[in-house]
């Protein structure tokens, strides 16, 4: 276990997991968290925006696209909601990168890895 500094309050904590909070905190995000999944799971808040989720729940805009780039708040049914895709920019609803771009950094991926294994699978020697 390391020390670190919650990211919240500011106090030393023993860090036992991946969470920047200490465990007060974390309590008090996990509670917002809560607050703002059941408010847009409620069927009469589908189309509510940022702002008015901020409003109604009282959890900072921050934390909100925390939750959704985090992959914990996932808002496929309320566009209004959406943030951007931080490669392209176009709007996404869950998670930082859109599926779009997911599918791209894939193919990349993939063929990055093909022509890795073909550079280790052809060697050359030299003899003297």
Same mark, same amino acid.
């Given at each position: 276990?390391?020390? =670190?500094?919650?990211?919240?309050?500011?106090?030393?904590?023993?860090?036992?997991?991946?969470?920047?909070?200490?465990?007060?905190?974390?309590?008090?995000?996990?509670?917002?968290?809560?607050?703002v999944r059941?408010?847009?799971?409620?069927?009469?808040?589908?189309?509510?925006?940022?702002?008015?989720?901020?409003?109604?729940?009282?959890?900072?805009?921050?934390?909100?696209?925390?939750?959704?780039?985090?992959?914990?708040?996932?808002?496929?049914?309320?566009? =209004?909601?959406?943030?951007?895709?931080?490669?392209?920019?176009?709007?996404?609803?869950?998670?930082?990168?859109?599926?779009?771009?997911?599918?791209?950094?894939?193919?990349?991926?993939?063929?990055?890895?093909e022509s890795?294994?073909?550079?280790?699978?052809?060697?050359?020697?030299?003899?003297?």
């Amino acid at each position: 276990m390391d020390a =670190a500094t919650c990211q919240m309050c500011g106090r030393l904590f023993m860090k036992q997991s991946r969470s920047p909070y200490c465990p007060s905190c974390s309590d008090v995000d996990f509670q917002n968290f809560l607050k703002v999944r059941d408010f847009i799971r409620e069927p009469a808040n589908k189309q509510t925006t940022i702002g008015a989720l901020v409003e109604a729940t009282g959890v900072s805009e921050l934390d909100i696209t925390r939750y959704i780039h985090e992959g914990r708040l996932i808002i496929k049914d309320n566009p =209004a909601l959406a943030i951007s895709c931080v490669r392209c920019g176009q709007p996404t609803n869950e998670g930082k990168i859109c599926s779009n771009c997911q599918r791209d950094m894939q193919k990349e991926l993939s063929s990055l890895q093909e022509s890795l294994t073909k550079q280790s699978s052809t060697r050359a020697y030299r003899l003297d």
